[in-house]
């Protein structure tokens, strides 16, 4: 089979989005609560507080109605 | 040919299709990595986040699946019905929309106001058909819509690379400038569902779906005499073949497709989206160099502020498009095409119509709360007034994008 790309062009590409999450993430108040520290509010806190749905269309989130 | 527009031609001759008399080897190196890929990341999402943010990863994993298999692409569908009067594709995604809708409409109609749980439903306005149009344009410069940009990158289309890159750029300055954009003249969100009640909401979607495909088939026939079968095509080479290996018959795709929005909404409580992420990783991008992105109004809204702080392992748009990512590359390993659509050398003029169109499409998809999945999919299967309106000023702004690809070596055939 004829392969129309480098192996390792791959594997680096690859590496480096996964190097970038993983820095966004260990950068996160998500990450931070799970090493232990309280009283942030991250996503998944914010999201068993919320009353009201906010889709994540970009549109600005309404109040309950 | 362009690299990459017949990547997203439904059915057609393109980079994520297959044929009869082709039997393909997997190409086990991608296949391996794309498998580790979904593992890793699965497993970090799992050790630090939530359950339902893993099932969501698996589904859009599932969902990247379906596109490249498929081949289901919204921007070739247009342009195959605008330039041949070919309507397969079109009528594809109105079977789509009209699944789609059985399965959204008796859901969300159960939904009491202030549940954590809504329909994918957004104001009407200037910024809406404004950014629509510029979507529609855009997307057809580009080479793919919001979804078929991401799977065609996640199948290794160098150019489809570049779209993606300046759709990002285009989401971060519609994330700027979108404040302003709704200050123009609009009006609220209008649910068919608050109005007309469940069965009234499904009613009138399920016939202008009908009224649509009738419309686009009679004009097919008025062309060529009869109707390409091409929707509810059985498997050419065998049910596991054309499972693993593809083409998906289109049916196949708008069965998962439409199945897997519900489930993203079933699991996170919204509909599925796709491009917040990219307004999103964009930001983050800013941010990381510097710059104070508290000083655009977007970004110190609930939603965004909180995503822009927080992981991008939790925000339920960038964790879907990753699973998307790495499952369109594990069918186009499966299916021993990965990259092959960037062989050969693109044309500059080409390369130039990447840039803009991921521009124009990342601005326009900001001022219209999403691209064809979050707006146009997710929208009208919500039953949301906006989403109608999506189409229809998406559909004029493809018809001059269809009329200006020539000038940037882009062929309509």
């Not at chain 2, 209008?190 to 979607?205: F, K, Y």
Request: aromatic content about 10%.
């Amino acid at each position: 089979m004829q392969r129309h790309y480098k192996r390792w062009r791959v594997i680096v590409i690859l590496l480096l989005i996964g190097g970038a999450v993983v820095a966004d993430h260990i950068d996160s108040p998500t990450f931070r609560m799970n090493m232990g520290e309280g009283g942030l509010e991250t996503t998944l806190t914010q999201r068993q507080s919320q009353t009201s749905a906010c889709a994540p269309c970009g549109a600005p989130c309404r109040p309950e109605d | 040919m362009s690299a990459s527009a017949e990547t997203l031609q439904p059915g057609a001759s393109n980079g994520a299709s297959g044929h009869s008399s082709d039997e393909r080897r997997a190409d086990g190196f991608i296949v391996t990595v794309a498998v580790l890929g979904l593992l890793l990341l699965g497993a970090l999402i799992a050790l630090e986040t939530a359950p339902f943010l893993v099932t969501l990863f698996a589904v859009g994993a599932v969902l990247g699946v379906a596109l490249y298999h498929g081949a289901f692409g919204f921007t070739g569908g247009w342009r195959a019905f605008v330039v041949h009067k070919r309507s397969g594709g079109l009528r594809a995604q109105l079977a789509l929309l009209a699944l789609a809708s059985v399965l959204f409409i008796p859901v969300l109609g159960t939904v009491e106001p202030g549940s954590a749980m809504s329909g994918a439903v957004a104001p009407v306005g200037v910024s809406l058909v404004v950014g629509a149009f510029l979507f529609g344009f855009g997307m057809q410069l580009g080479g793919g819509c919001g979804s078929g940009t991401l799977f065609t990158v996640g199948a290794g289309n160098i150019r489809m690379v570049l779209t993606l890159v300046f759709f990002i750029v285009g989401s971060v300055i519609g994330t700027m400038h979108l404040p302003w954009w709704l200050e123009l003249p609009g009006m609220n969100p209008v649910s068919l569902i608050g109005g007309l009640g469940v069965w009234g909401a499904l009613a009138v979607q399920l016939a202008l779906c009908a009224a649509l495909a009738w419309w686009v088939g009679s004009i097919e026939r008025r062309h060529h005499g009869r109707i390409q079968q091409r929707v509810f095509a059985g498997p050419d080479r065998g049910f596991l073949s054309n499972l693993f290996k593809g083409q998906w018959p289109l049916f196949w795709a708008v069965v998962v497709l439409a199945t897997g929005n519900l489930a993203v909404l079933l699991l996170s409580g919204h509909p599925w989206g796709i491009t917040f992420a990219f307004g999103l990783w964009g930001a983050k991008f800013l941010q990381a160099v510097g710059v104070d992105m508290s000083q655009f109004e977007f970004w110190t809204w609930d939603y965004p502020a909180l995503a822009l702080a927080d992981s991008v392992l939790v925000n339920v748009t960038s964790v879907t498009n990753f699973g998307l990512l790495l499952g369109a590359m594990l069918a186009a390993g499966l299916a021993g095409r990965y990259n092959q659509a960037s062989s050969g050398r693109i044309p500059p003029r080409s390369l130039l119509a990447a840039v803009l169109g991921g521009l124009i499409m990342g601005y326009g998809a900001r001022l219209a709360f999403g691209c064809n999945i979050g707006a146009l999919f997710s929208g009208i299967a919500s039953a949301s007034l906006h989403g109608w309106i999506w189409f229809a000023a998406a559909w004029v702004g493809s018809l001059l994008g269809v009329q200006a690809r020539p000038w940037f070596s882009l062929s309509n055939n």
